[in-house]
C-alpha cells in the first residue's frame, strides 16, 4: 500500500560524481520533503517543495539540488558527491501545512555510500 | 538550526518494563509529534499534540505536551518486542511551517 517509493534503495557512488535520488509519490500530495539521517543529529531537512516548480532549502542544503517537474515526484541531486554525503536519504509527503495536518509519510529511504 | 534534543539517547530494557523518554527545545513549538522509525523503514507517526498540558495515548504510548510548550514527553507501558526502533519527537517550531525533527531515542527490548 506504499503511496511513496523511494529509489534505489541503496547506492554506493564515488567521489565526485553526481547522484540523483527520486522519490515517486501516488497521493496527489502537495508538499514533498528531503531529509537526510544521520547519527546523533535526527533527520534534517535538506529541501523541500511546496508545488510543480516550487522548491526550497532546508537546514542542510549545500551541495544538494532538487528538482519537481511533476506532481509525483521529487528528485534530489548531489552535484559532486562527498564522503560527508554518506548518509540515509528520507522523503516525505504531506496534504498540507495545516495545523492538523502535520503528519509526513515518509519513505523507506535510500542508503547513499560515497566512497 | 534548530535542534531538538531527545533523551535517553539510547535505552536498554527488559520486556515487560515501562519507558519513558523526552524531547526538549529552546524554543516554543505549538505542535508535538511522536513519530517511530523501525529498523530499515522510515518513521511512522505515532501521536500528535496541538495543546499545552495535553496528554494523549495510543494503545499503550502516552504523550504528553508540556506547559512550557519547549517539552514533550512519550511513555511506553509494558514494552514487547516490537516497541524496538528509533523513537522522534518532531514539531514545527514557532509559525514554521516544515517539521523539526529530534535527535532520536534508541530503544532496545531484551526477552
Known amino acids: 500500500d506504499a503511496g511513496i517509493t523511494q529509489s534505489p534503495r541503496h547506492k554506493v557512488t564515488e567521489t565526485g560524481t553526481p547522484v540523483t535520488l527520486r522519490c515517486h509519490q501516488t497521493e496527489n500530495h502537495r508538499y514533498m520533503y528531503w531529509y537526510r539521517q544521520d547519527p546523533g543529529h535526527g533527520l534534517r531537512l535538506i529541501h523541500y517543495s511546496y508545488g510543480v516548480k516550487d522548491t526550497d532549502k532546508g537546514e542542510v542544503s549545500d551541495g544538494y539540488s532538487v528538482s519537481r517537474s511533476k506532481t509525483e515526484d521529487f528528485l534530489l541531486t548531489l552535484e559532486s558527491a562527498t564522503s560527508s554525503q554518506t548518509s540515509v536519504y528520507f522523503c516525505a509527503i504531506s496534504e498540507s501545512t495545516l495545523l492538523r495536518n502535520y503528519g509526513y509519510t515518509f519513505g523507506s529511504g535510500t542508503r547513499l555510500t560515497v566512497v | 538550526g534548530q535542534q531538538l534534543n531527545q533523551s535517553p539517547q539510547s535505552m536498554f530494557i527488559q520486556e515487560g518494563e515501562d519507558v519513558s523518554m523526552n524531547c526538549t527545545s529552546s524554543?516554543?513549538?505549538?505542535?508535538w509529534l511522536w513519530y517511530k522509525q523501525d529498523p530499515g523503514e522510515g518513521p511512522v507517526l505515532l501521536i500528535a499534540?496541538?495543546?499545552?498540558?495535553e496528554l494523549t495515548s495510543n494503545g499503550r504510548l502516552t504523550a504528553q505536551f508540556g506547559i512550557t510548550r519547549k517539552d514533550s514527553f512519550l511513555n511506553i507501558s509494558a514494552s514487547i518486542p516490537s516497541d524496538v526502533g528509533i523513537y522522534f519527537c518532531a514539531g514545527p517550531p514557532g509559525t514554521a511551517s516544515k517539521l523539526t525533527f529530534g535527535t532520536g531515542t534508541r530503544l532496545q527490548v531484551t526477552l
Open positions: 524554543s516554543i513549538f505549538n505542535t
Open positions: 499534540l496541538y495543546k499545552a498540558g
